[in-house]
């Protein structure tokens, strides 16, 4: 069923989970359904005595990263700097809590101890060189988008070490600081743009940690990416698989009507999203709702073609039934490529739409595709 992005907020406000793991593609509106999720849990009132949002909930997103940017004044191009935009959220991480030093640890965690950033006293800027070991330090130097990515990063997953090693101390009395008593959720949003696979790994890995650290202490975690790899490997290594599990890993749909869908996914990208997968399970619906048309045949190629290629076969055609190999070789070719005016209809006729049904069964069944996937629906 159809629905807006505030009901999918309150679905997930609502869910007893302590982690939801949400894979959406770009543009279908991750950022928009953090910023619901977060009005819902702590709504902006201009009071002055209203506590600070991070008390509920605390986020990582597009607007974090928008909070760091690159001095562009050409008189200083030869010592490039990092600017940080002073605000609430900077402030108090950098200054109120005092975390600078972890920073520059987590960060020389993926990007090697040799590359150092160094924040002035302001906390308004950082820069970065290479410290070679000894009294040798290279200039001034900007970094890879990458890096950069991880250097932002650092900052968030400083802080939720600090927020889990805080909120793990049983009595609140007991610790440092009250400012996480309260906290109820973590929202992250995509923290692998511009990272090579190696970093992506790390990085979700390391998520991974503190969010089974985080559940310890009653932190419920949501987590949105556009990335199959680090959407599989947190799945893998939060356990969402395990005995059977469903609840809690999903699928985002954006409609054209501007309607959304939040669908419960089983299983991995792999097993529950990706395109040769839609691809599949398009051509089942067309053949159980006798609804194939022509351009199927393009979408059954298209899958043929992605099979051969995982499978390490040079041409998609070796992927068919031995004894009819040439005459299906020329079926598919015929009503996926023909040009002919005359030949332009969309209705194929029975003995074709059998056909379709019959190099489809020929994969599912000789190629070892899941037999399980009604459990995505």
């Known amino acids: 069923m159809s629905q807006t992005l505030s ?3 309150r679905y ?3 869910s007893d989970k302590k982690v939801q793991l949400i894979y959406a593609f770009n543009s279908t509106g991750k950022t928009r359904l953090l910023r619901e999720f977060k009005e819902l849990v702590a709504p902006k009132i201009k009071d002055e005595n209203t506590e600070p949002s991070r008390h509920k909930i605390l986020y990582y997103s597009t607007f974090t990263e928008d909070l760091f940017f690159w001095d562009k004044d050409p008189a200083n191009k030869n010592n490039p700097k990092l600017k940080i935009q002073p605000n609430n959220f900077t402030d108090w991480i950098l200054k109120d809590q005092g975390q600078d030093q972890n920073i520059i640890t987590s960060f020389q965690r993926y990007a090697g101890n040799a590359l150092t950033p160094k924040f002035n006293t302001e906390f308004t800027e950082v820069t970065f060189s290479i410290e070679r070991g000894n009294s040798e330090r290279s200039s001034d130097l900007k970094i890879s988008k990458g890096e950069e990515s991880l250097f932002i990063w650092s900052i968030f997953h400083a802080l939720l070490e600090q ?10 009395s007991d610790r440092d600081t009250d400012e996480f008593d309260q906290l109820e959720y973590v929202f992250i949003e995509d923290p692998v743009s511009s990272l090579d ?3 992506l790994i790390e990085l ?3 998520l991974a940690m503190l969010v089974k650290d985080g559940t310890q202490s009653s932190l419920n975690f949501i987590i949105t990416t556009h990335n199959a790899l680090f959407y599989n490997v947190l799945h893998n290594e939060l356990g969402l698989s395990k005995e059977g599990k469903k609840e809690g890993c999903y699928l985002l749909e954006h409609h054209e009507d501007g309607t959304f869908n939040l669908n419960l996914k089983f299983g991995d990208s792999n097993r529950s999203f990706s395109y040769h997968l839609y691809l599949k399970q398009t051509l089942e619906r067309a053949i159980a709702d006798n609804k194939v048309q022509r351009y199927h045949f393009t979408l059954l190629r298209n899958l043929y073609e992605k099979t051969a290629g995982f499978l390490g076969y040079p041409k998609w055609q070796e992927l068919l039934p031995d004894d009819k190999q040439a005459y299906l070789n020329r079926i598919i070719q015929f009503t996926s490529h023909s040009t002919l005016s005359n030949e332009a209809v969309a209705q194929p006729s029975l003995q074709e739409k059998q056909t379709l049904k019959v ?7 000789n190629y070892s595709y899941c037999q399980q996937d009604s459990q995505n629906d």
Request: glycine share 0%.
């Open 163 to 172: 927020v889990n090693n805080t909120r793990n101390i049983v009595e609140p």
């Open 359 to 365: 190099l489809l069964e020929n994969l599912m069944k």
């Open 7 to 9: 009901d999918i907020a």
């Open 12 to 14: 997930l406000q609502s």
């Open 197 to 199: 696979e190696n970093n």
């Open 204 to 206: 979700a890995v390391e």
